[in-house]
């Protein structure tokens, strides 16, 4: 009769000599899953407490393999058959009890090289490799593999320092709360929201992340942001560890009061109207705050960049882009004493006139980034930043400038030898040109100031420089001839220069790799195409050796050549690629 405990037995007499030639000794009987039997005693497991030690090892003979297979309940088993409990329960079936879902000790890497871990007996190490290279959707399906992959996955949980998190639009918090709370370390969190954030995310972030130091919060189109200002105020007052915050889609902060001895970054987007703004941090060094662009914002700017300029004495980097920056609010600014400030971004200011320049190049003799897109600034002003920073500024973006021409450009190129990128997009402009916005319907208030300019339509920009690497001059409709000699520049904007012919452009630039030209015209890519893919060619052309009488020159392969190249042109003609031209 067969008995559902126990296992099936071949009705062959164990002693056969055609069963003892297919056992291996050296090699444990495979324990197959329905088996519920000690593996020590061979009494049933339910209701049963094994009297027999753990710890104690024994080497299998030939009787006992054979006592293994014709075992019966009559005769249990010996307790030869403890020595396979130290295999892990995640490969081995022997020894089930509720012990196995009990928590094991923290291991450290030394300890990982020692175990197996998984099917197919994978070392734990290469398991730990694999896992954590995967996002955390995925970490999560892993773990319900098996106890191995499980372990492991939890493991890294427990180890993870950074965690990049997408919370799609179905999601509860419940989800983001059960895979915070799996990471008691985590000090860097990046949660992109594609559905709704309140003050809730925040109390959890806050309970599960004790050591937070970095939080970046970035929402989809989809997504609101319904955090107010005195809720992220009580969140940066309790997290004393965070040093870095991020967040977009702050329309609803109303204001707030920031106080917090630690937090040196701070960005906030899609501000609106705000009534009261206080930072109380000392230690502050980057600020970054971006007001919507809506004309109904009732921010007292002025008010906001003094009380900014004059409790955080250690700001380096400063960035406010917001239509209502006036020179009032630079006045403001340049008041503070800022002797470490680096960096000074004022952006959609178009009350920024020449004199708001000359007041920040007297307050800041230092800059190493100037940024003041959207101004009202003209060639004067170029004249006085070049006076001011020729052995500092690397960084000049003067785009959405439209009293500035291509003298203006042409001087700073010449007179600033450490600049590195410079963006004039937009701002040598044809009035008449109607590709302002690729639907064909410009900004209407930006479009009657380039009107009301008199503008030279056709201008010529002439640049060369040694250090410079990023050149953008998208949009610039009224350039109508470009020549450049940057034996540096990688980065080149194009786009939507459409008065530029092939004709009218020359190139010498053999460190380019990416050309941006939508919306030239079609000759004008190809003559770009040309001179950039063509121009490492002619530098390594192959030498000219004189025939045997010395009649005339021919060019023969390098490898033909019995002078060796050197170093530096093997290094060129190795790794010389070519030159990337983007029309889309």
Not at 10 to 29: L, M, Q, W, Y
Not at 159 to 188: H, I, M, T, W, Y
Not at 255 to 261: A, D, N, R
Request: proline share 6%; net charge positive; hydrophobic share 35%.
């Amino acid at each position: 009769m067969y008995h559902p405990n126990q296992p099936h037995i071949s009705p062959a007499t164990p002693g056969t000599s055609s069963f003892s030639s297919s056992v291996d000794f050296n090699k444990p009987v495979k324990k197959q899953r329905g088996n519920y039997n000690c593996g020590r005693c061979g009494l049933p497991k339910k209701g049963h407490s094994c009297h027999l030690p753990p710890a104690a090892t024994y080497t299998p003979t030939s009787a006992d393999s054979f006592a293994s297979v014709s075992t019966s309940k009559s005769r249990p088993l010996p307790p030869s058959r403890q020595q396979y409990t130290h295999l892990r329960r995640a490969l081995s079936f022997d020894d089930i009890d509720i012990r196995c879902d009990s928590p094991e000790p923290e291991m450290d890497e030394s300890e990982l090289d020692l175990l197996v871990s998984g099917s197919g007996k994978l070392p734990a190490s290469c398991l730990w490799e694999v896992l954590k290279r995967l996002p955390p959707a995925g970490l999560l399906a892993a773990a319900r593999v098996c106890k191995g992959w499980r372990d492991t996955a939890r493991r890294l949980w427990r180890a993870a320092e950074e965690l990049r998190l997408r919370v799609p639009p179905r999601a509860q918090l419940g989800f983001v709360g059960s895979v915070l709370q799996k990471c008691p370390g985590l000090v860097r969190l990046s949660l992109r929201m594609e559905s709704d954030v309140d003050a809730t995310m925040l109390a959890c972030i806050a309970f599960s992340c004790p050591n937070l130091e970095f939080m970046e919060i970035s929402t989809s189109d989809t997504a609101v942001n319904r955090i107010t200002g005195d809720e992220l105020s009580r969140f940066v007052a309790d997290k004393r560890c965070l040093t870095s915050l991020k967040m977009e889609g702050c329309f609803n902060l109303g204001g707030f009061v920031l106080c917090s001895s630690s937090l040196s970054t701070l960005w906030l987007s899609d501000l609106h109207s705000l009534s009261k703004t206080v930072f109380n941090c000392p230690n502050l060094k980057e600020v970054s705050l971006d007001f919507s662009p809506q004309e109904n914002d009732s921010t007292d700017l002025v008010a906001m960049v003094d009380a900014l300029g004059r409790s955080c004495s250690r700001l380096q980097n400063i960035h406010i882009a917001a239509v209502r920056l006036s020179h009032t609010a630079v006045l403001a600014l340049t008041g503070a004493n800022l002797r470490g400030l680096r960096m000074l971004s004022l952006v959609l200011g178009s009350e920024i006139t020449d004199a708001s320049v000359a007041a920040i190049a007297s307050s800041y003799p230092k800059l190493e980034l100037l940024d003041l897109s959207g101004s009202s600034i003209s060639d004067s002003g170029i004249g006085m930043i070049c006076n001011v920073f020729p052995a500092t500024l690397s960084r000049l973006l003067l785009a959405l400038c439209p009293n500035i021409t291509s003298s203006g450009i042409q001087f700073a190129t010449a007179q600033l030898p450490l600049l590195e990128l410079m963006d004039c997009g937009m701002t040598i402009c044809d009035p008449s040109s109607q590709c302002l916005n690729s639907d064909g319907s410009g900004d209407g208030e930006l479009q009657t100031t380039f009107q009301n300019k008199l503008h030279l339509i056709c201008q010529k920009l002439i640049i060369k420089h040694g250090r410079l690497k990023k050149l953008s001059l998208w949009g610039c409709s009224g350039l109508d001839a470009l020549y450049l000699n940057c034996p540096e520049l990688k980065d080149l904007n194009l786009n939507s220069c459409r008065n530029l012919h092939s004709e009218t452009v020359l190139l010498q630039c053999p460190s380019l790799e990416c050309v941006h030209a939508s919306g030239c015209q079609k000759l004008l890519i190809g003559a770009i195409q040309r001179q950039v893919n063509d121009l490492g060619t002619k530098e390594n052309q192959c030498p000219s050796k004189r025939l045997a009488d010395g009649s005339k020159r021919v060019r023969v392969p390098h490898f033909l050549s019995q002078q060796p190249l050197d170093d530096e042109n093997k290094k060129q003609r190795i790794g010389a690629r070519p030159c990337n031209v983007l029309v889309d």
